[in-house]
């Protein structure tokens, strides 16, 4: 356990994902999303997570987290929502957008609650595409820690683009 992810990754669509079903690709938007109050992070689909970030292309600095207990809320993270998943294999991983790259998140078969942290997501959306040579605009913090399954919920939302993603979200 511990920081498996820490870096930037490249979203295509504003979207990158965890898969844990090698026999699936994963799934599309409204069924990722369906049912939820949060739109930031779609776990409807079982086994599968599609997140969204403000930048549509480009590179966002991201950290995933795989940790024994529930951490504490650290006041720097905008938006934060939190969902359960449960990987439907033990080969899970945050994968870009078309399989480019992929990363092992060695998760047991076991139920996560999952929080997913977003700083910058207006930063990202009002600059919609970043080349190589630019600063981050948008970062990400993904963690992973054992509990019951519960409802996804919105722990915090400060905006624009999150807002805009859990009222999608809400309408499916």
């Known amino acids: 356990m511990g920081r498996l992810v820490d870096g930037q990754v490249d979203v295509h669509y504003g979207q990158i994902y965890v898969h844990s079903d090698p026999s699936s690709p994963g799934s599309e938007l409204p069924e990722s999303f369906a049912g939820q109050s949060g739109g930031l992070c779609g776990a409807a689909v079982p086994g599968a997570l599609l997140l969204m970030t403000g930048l549509h292309t480009g590179k966002v600095g991201f ?4 940790l024994d207990q529930a951490p504490a809320l650290d006041p720097e993270w905008e938006d934060v929502v939190e969902v359960s998943f ?26 996560y ?26 970062c990400y913090l993904l963690q992973f820690w054992p509990a019951p399954a519960e ?7 400060t905006s624009d683009a999150a807002a805009y993603w859990h009222e999608y979200a809400r309408g499916l």
Do not use: I
């Open 63 to 66: 950290t995933v987290e795989v």
């Open 151 to 157: 409802p996804d919920r919105v722990v915090r939302q």
């Open 86 to 111: 449960r990987p439907r294999s033990d080969s899970s991983e945050l994968v870009e957008f078309l399989q480019q790259n992929a990363w092992t998140l060695d998760l047991a078969e076991v139920d």
């Open 113 to 138: 609650r999952v929080r997913y942290c977003a700083r910058g997501m207006d930063a990202g959306r009002e600059a919609d595409t970043r080349v190589d040579d630019e600063p981050p605009v948008d």
